[in-house]
């Protein structure tokens, strides 16, 4: 089977609420739990605005219910990378800093939901050793960014799930792989709100319909089998997310681009899903 988790980015105390009811109410329809990556703070006029209760009532409710998961998306989501460098919030900072920054972030975010162990969604999925250090320090179940590691020669201290796909790509992603289905590999797909059309965003892939039906497509579909990001944390060591990552970086590595449209790079394939930490 095809495992496929869901991660939704970006609600914070200023995104669209409403937009964010609506894929919720879509994905418990369909059984679906998917993970909401939360940013804690939002810069307005200079200030530090936190998230709350209030403004996250969707969110508990969701959570509560058991329709959502919740993971911590950075700080306040603001670029702290010299110009030259691409845009991240924590790569290339001061261990003390980032872990200041992830410290009051979950301690706001702890105050409002009720699970207290989640999992660090870095901004523009960048991030560096001190990142996972602070990160085990604080007890996050894992970290889901991009496929890129801080370390060529990584010694596995957290479980790293990479973002694989876009959910506007998934039903052409399940046709593509579909023939790898018996060595259960895993589909990490990302959503923003400005992939939706009730965004108003010029680049939006779908409407709310549109992800409706994506969603009714994979979850008949008889070679996938949904999950969601705690659930494969749960179920992998760190060491098995370093063996996915290795397979990724051989075959992207190995292979010249003529070849690699024909391989399933973008897959997350590891070991066992049994294996406990």
Request: proline share 5%; charged share 25%.
């Amino acid at each position: 089977m095809i495992n496929i988790a869901l991660r939704f980015d970006d609600p914070s105390i200023t995104s669209n609420h409403a937009l964010e009811k609506e894929v919720i109410a879509i994905c418990s329809r369909h059984g679906v739990k998917i993970n909401f990556a939360v940013i804690p703070y939002k810069i307005i006029d200079q200030e530090d605005v936190p998230l709350t209760s209030i403004a996250a009532q969707h969110l508990v409710e969701g959570e509560k219910r058991g329709w959502l998961e919740i993971s911590q998306h950075g700080y306040s989501h603001q670029n702290r990378a010299p110009a030259d460098k691409g845009p991240s919030e924590f790569k290339n900072c001061a261990f003390e800093e980032q872990l200041n920054l992830l410290s009051t972030g979950k301690q706001l975010l702890d105050g409002i939901f009720q699970r207290k162990n989640r999992g660090l969604v870095p901004p523009w999925n960048s991030f560096d050793k001190m990142t996972m250090v602070a990160a085990k320090k604080l007890d996050f179940n894992f970290i889901s960014a991009g496929w890129e590691l801080p370390l060529n020669d990584w010694a596995p201290e957290i479980k790293i799930l990479p973002r694989t796909a876009q959910v506007s790509n998934l039903i052409l992603d399940v046709r593509k792989y579909r023939v790898y289905a018996a060595l259960s590999p895993v589909i990490i797909a990302v959503i923003h709100h400005y992939d939706f059309v009730e965004s108003n965003e010029k680049n939006a892939k779908f409407d709310l319909r549109g992800f409706e039906k994506i969603i009714e497509h994979i979850t008949t579909n008889k070679h996938v089998r949904m999950t969601s990001l705690e659930s494969l944390a749960n179920n992998l060591s760190p060491r098995n997310t370093f063996f996915a990552h290795s397979t990724h970086k051989f075959l992207s590595n190995t292979f010249n681009w003529r070849l690699q449209k024909h391989l399933p790079t973008p897959l997350f394939f590891h070991n066992s899903l049994k294996r406990k930490p």
